[in-house]
């Protein structure tokens, strides 16, 4: 069984180390402690074990952006990353919700385009040196839904 909810103070060395695969070893301690702090971030937890969050940030020019989504390869393909996107938008003050990922991570955005998200537009000059996409979603105001 897998759970989504937020996270506990003991979540924080299993979310650094799925954050370390994808953003390395340097940046996750710092990425995910500022996540914690803001209460930003949603994990996924199998048998005692966190596989998998999503970190975002409410402060985005007024909306509200995924910053980073990681699921450990085993529990891939299991709908958790959906489940992120739909709590992160319970829980967004802002109709507007963006995402983004690399323009060669096409797993990323066939997820994005069948979650609903469209193409916004595209950051280059990034230190990875590959293009990021920028995706958008709009949603129902809370109570609409």
């Given at each position: 069984m897998i759970e989504i909810r937020l996270p506990r103070v003991a979540d924080?060395?299993?979310?650094?180390?799925?954050?370390?695969?994808?953003?390395?070893?340097?940046?996750?301690?710092?990425?995910?402690?500022?996540?914690?702090?803001?209460?930003?971030?949603?994990v996924a937890e199998a048998e005692g074990e966190v596989v998998g969050f999503v970190a975002y940030?409410?402060?985005w020019f007024q909306c509200t952006f995924v910053s980073l989504v990681v699921v450990r390869d085993d529990f891939r393909r299991k709908g958790i990353a959906?489940?992120?996107f739909k709590?992160?938008?319970?829980?967004s003050l802002s109709p507007r919700i963006f995402s983004s990922t690399e323009e060669t991570n096409t797993t990323?955005?066939?997820?994005?385009t069948g979650l609903g998200f469209v193409p916004s537009g595209h950051?280059?000059?990034l230190?990875?040196?590959?293009?990021?996409?920028?995706?958008?979603?709009?949603?129902p105001p809370r109570g609409l839904a």
């Open positions: 924080e060395v299993g979310c650094r180390t799925l954050a370390a695969a994808v953003i390395g070893e340097e940046r996750a301690g710092v990425f995910i402690r500022s996540h914690l702090e803001r209460h930003h971030l949603i940030r409410s402060d959906r489940e992120f709590s992160v938008e319970a829980v990323s955005i066939r997820m994005h950051i280059d000059n230190p990875q040196g590959t293009r990021e996409l920028l995706f958008y979603r709009r949603v």
